[in-house]
């Protein structure tokens, strides 16, 4: 008797959630100068750091999924690989700290 392989989460399936984060971004910029009381002009710095910072996460994200699969799978072949494949996942964390980073220096110029 064959198996079903398990379904995992391909570039397709992805792809209909995207909808949902964008406008996700789009309202998070347009309401938090709202919520905060900084109503005049700050609506488009705003929005500029909720995609900089969304689409850095996001990024940050799939990537760590990726690399984190591919660094079980190596060190439970390799035991020796683990540090190798953590500097890996450092890197990709690395780039959520530079979204965020990035979206507070948008912030602090407005």
């Known amino acids: 008797m064959v198996e079903k392989p398990v379904r995992s989460l391909t570039l397709r399936s992805r792809k209909k959630h995207w909808p949902a984060l964008l ?61 190798l494949s953590f500097v890996y996942i450092v890197f990709v964390e690395a780039i959520a700290v530079y979204g965020l980073v990035l979206a507070f220096l948008i912030l602090g110029r407005a």
Do not use: C, R, W
């Not at 971004?25 to 919520?35: D, K, S």
């Not at 700050?42 to 984190?68: E, N, R, W, Y």
């Open 23 to 83: 406008s996700g971004l789009v309202i998070a910029g347009f309401t938090v100068p709202h919520v905060y009381g900084q109503t005049t002009g700050t609506s488009d710095t705003s929005l500029a750091a909720a995609v900089v910072a969304g689409l850095a996460f996001l990024g940050a994200g799939i990537g760590l999924g990726i690399a984190g699969a591919a660094a079980i799978g190596a060190v439970s072949e390799k035991p020796e690989m683990f540090s």
